[in-house]
């Protein structure tokens, strides 16, 4: 087993405490920034093949416009991305603030605000996928109103 994870559904969003700042669509000169981050998130929760000796491969995410930042004074200090679309549904991925950012309630903000956009933009839930051995992240969706769903594994074979 690689990782234990959960998967969790949101219908309403529950507003976290305030925090500065706001949520912003990344735009063209977001992109490096955006690249070092997903490879930096992709690496630490040891997903997608990740080598922290490589630079970032290019992704999808920031090019077809689902990545958002939650900026404070101009400057991103959290990103999610939205994911996987279906007709009435969507997830939310690559949730991530770096180490010296953490702790000020940006990934709460940043999961809320795009969450709630989804729903404001027609969605009617929104999923994500947590691992369920980082209690800090369990904690942060469950505040915004995302529900646990169902159990899954994560194997690797070698």
């Known amino acids: 087993v690689f990782m234990e994870m959960r998967l969790h559904r949101l219908d309403r969003v529950?507003?976290?405490p305030a925090t500065p700042g706001r949520l912003r669509q990344a735009v063209a000169?977001?992109?490096e920034l955006a690249y070092r981050w997903?490879?930096?998130f992709a690496v630490e929760a040891g997903v997608f093949g990740a080598d922290p000796k490589k630079p970032p491969d290019e992704s999808p995410t920031f090019d077809q416009g689902r990545l958002s930042?939650?900026?404070v004074d101009g400057?991103?200090?959290s990103m999610a991305a939205r994911s996987r679309p279906t007709r009435r549904g969507t997830c939310i991925s690559g949730v991530y603030t770096p180490p010296e950012?953490?702790?000020r309630g940006y990934a709460s903000s940043v999961v809320a605000a795009l969450s709630q956009r989804?729903?404001?933009g027609g969605r009617d839930f929104c999923v994500l996928f947590t691992d369920l051995a980082n209690p800090t992240s369990n904690k942060?969706?469950?505040?915004v109103g995302y529900r646990p769903l169902a159990d899954f594994r994560h194997y690797r074979f070698d």
């Not at 942060?140 to 505040?143: G, W």
């Open 38 to 40: 997903l490879h930096a």
């Open 140 to 143: 942060i969706y469950a505040n």
């Open 29 to 31: 000169r977001d992109r």
């Open 75 to 77: 400057q991103p200090v």
């Open 101 to 103: 950012l953490r702790g």
């Open 69 to 71: 930042f939650w900026e």
């Open 118 to 120: 989804l729903l404001d």
């Open 14 to 16: 529950e507003r976290p």
